[in-house]
T-cell receptor, first 113, second 113 residues
Framework: GNSVTQMEGPVTLSEEAFLTINCTYTATGYPSLFWYVQYPGEGLQLLLK?????DKGSNKGFEATYRKETTSFHLEKGSVQVSDSAVYFC????????????FGKGTTLSVSS | DTGVSQDPRHKITKRGQNVTFRCDPISEHNRLYWYRQTLGQGPEFLTY????????KSRLLSDRFSAERPKGSFSTLEIQRTEQGDSAMYLC???????????FGEGSWLTVV
């Protein structure tokens, strides 16, 4: 079946460090891929998405490239800030538009000044 | 900004009681989803509506759970005879027909004591 695997956290970084959070997926067909972020006490916010192979999603300095050959969608940011501390979820949507998302377990990022 | 809204945000109930959560989706969205999230885990899909029709239900949605969307606008999720294992955050989300981005509310926390 369809699934998403994320690197386990927590990830602890100093401000301005480079961030990578690994995400790989298993899916039939051609899924859309997403990164959501959840700040403490809040719901999920869409961070970025990519809908086909080689697409790059980007937002707020975060980027992720849809790699079909490695079934990956790793999240990167060149210089993290304290305000980026949150839980990051990788997700896929494997069916038609609007099909329910399948999430990874989430990776907690903690950035210190 | 009228995003997805959920009510109540927090609910503490005694084991065996019934609880109901309400979700108001983004107004032009005809698709509505319910997810459950426990501590340290990613959201898990429960059920999905297109307009008033409930099109998909997860195996996680036991007989004690029922969701409705009677007029194709707001939705309710009722849990009967609550158990301690039902303690979780219940997330509602919505999307437009043809859109592949799902927008989440802030969630309703349920604690069963």
């Amino acid at each position: 079946g369809n699934s998403v695997t994320q690197m386990e956290g927590p990830v602890t970084l100093s401000e301005e460090a480079f961030l990578t959070i690994n995400c790989t997926y298993t899916a039939t067909g051609y899924p859309s891929l997403f990164w959501y972020v959840q700040y403490p006490g809040e719901g999920l916010q869409l961070l970025l998405k990519a809908t086909k192979a080689d697409d790059k999603g980007s937002n707020k300095g975060f980027e992720a490239t849809y790699r079909k050959e490695t079934t990956s969608f790793h999240l990167e940011k060149g210089s993290v800030q304290v305000s980026d501390s949150a839980v990051y979820f990788c997700a896929l949507s494997a069916g038609q538009a609007g099909t329910a998302l399948i999430f990874g377990k989430g990776t907690t990022l903690s950035v210190s000044s | 900004d009228t995003g997805v809204s959920q009510d109540p945000r927090h609910k503490i109930t005694k084991r065996g009681q019934n609880v109901t959560f309400r979700c108001d989706p983004i107004s032009e969205h005809n698709r509505l989803y319910w997810y459950r999230q426990t501590l340290g885990q990613g959201p898990e899909f429960l059920t999905y509506f297109q307009n008033e029709a409930q099109l998909e239900k997860s195996r996680l949605l036991s007989d004690r759970f029922s969701a409705e969307r009677p007029k194709g606008s707001f939705s309710t999720l009722e849990i009967q005879r609550t158990e301690q294992g039902d303690s979780a955050m219940y997330l509602c989300a919505s999307s437009s027909q043809g859109g592949n981005t799902i927008y989440f509310g802030e969630g309703s926390w349920l604690t069963v004591v």
